[in-house]
């Protein structure tokens, strides 16, 4: 269950008219967690990553820092599409993230724990929150974080997954691509459509071929949002 001011967050960012323009729900997400910055970067390819939130100026260098070098916990978790929790910086294992240790010690971050944003095997990016103090994180504001996570995930691919019985299916192929999926994974509509949404990212193509192609029958996603291009026998029963 989440806490109260991460739902009313959630609510903020629902509400929110751009992905790019919402400060105000980065601070408030980064007061409900009780860290001192909060970062948000959208995968872009490779190793790459380009910073879209930021509330404050030490936790974008180190952000920027992280992936300038391709190494510490906010590329550990993009690659390896789980949380990583660093509690204390300067406790982390020699030759873990050699460049990164040299070169934030500049830097007011003592602990950073970061949370993928993925749909399955697709990495869509990360969210970073980080701290002047060491310690941990409570159970209760990782999974306030890892909340948060997906509701971003939605978003950066252009889904509201916060209300999901809304969910907009704006094309008649779309709409079928999603009924598709849905039968085919056993999946609610939105998360479908989430789903034929995280393959058309990833794919780098849109969304109105990749619908094409799955009701066409070329294309068929898994349960990660991947699909294998093969074509598909016809059945009735999807």
């Not at 995968?43 to 974008?60: I, M, P, R, S």
């Not at 939605?154 to 709409?175: E, F, I, M, S, Y």
């Not at 969304?207 to 192609?213: E, G, K, M, T």
């Amino acid at each position: 269950m989440i806490s109260d001011s991460m739902a009313e967050v959630l609510r903020l960012l629902q509400l929110d008219d751009g992905f790019d323009a919402a400060a105000e729900v980065a601070v408030r997400a980064a007061e409900t967690l009780g860290v001192d910055g909060l970062t948000v970067s959208l995968a872009t390819g490779g190793e790459q990553a380009e910073l879209v939130w930021c509330t404050d100026e030490a936790a974008g260098q180190f952000e920027d820092l992280q992936f300038t070098l391709g190494e510490g916990p906010g590329p550990d978790a993009v690659r390896a599409g789980a949380m990583v929790l660093v509690p204390d910086l300067a406790q982390v294992r020699a030759g873990r993230w050699p460049a990164l240790t040299t070169e934030s010690g500049a830097l007011a971050v003592c602990a950073v724990f970061c949370f993928p944003m993925a749909i399955g095997a697709i990495r869509v990016g990360v969210l970073t929150v980080v701290r002047r103090t060491v310690g941990p994180l409570t159970d209760a504001q990782i999974g306030d974080a890892q909340v948060l996570a997906h509701a971003l995930t939605g978003r950066a691919l252009g889904a509201t997954v916060l209300d999901q019985d809304k969910a907009p299916l704006l094309h008649a192929v779309v709409h079928q691509a999603t009924g598709m999926v849905s039968v085919q994974l056993d999946l609610p509509l939105p998360q479908a459509l989430l789903r034929l949404r995280a393959h058309a990212y990833s794919s780098g193509r849109p969304l109105l071929d990749i619908s094409r192609d799955v009701v066409a029958r070329r294309l068929r996603l898994d349960l990660n949002g991947n699909g294998d291009g093969n074509p598909l026998p016809v059945s009735d029963k999807d």
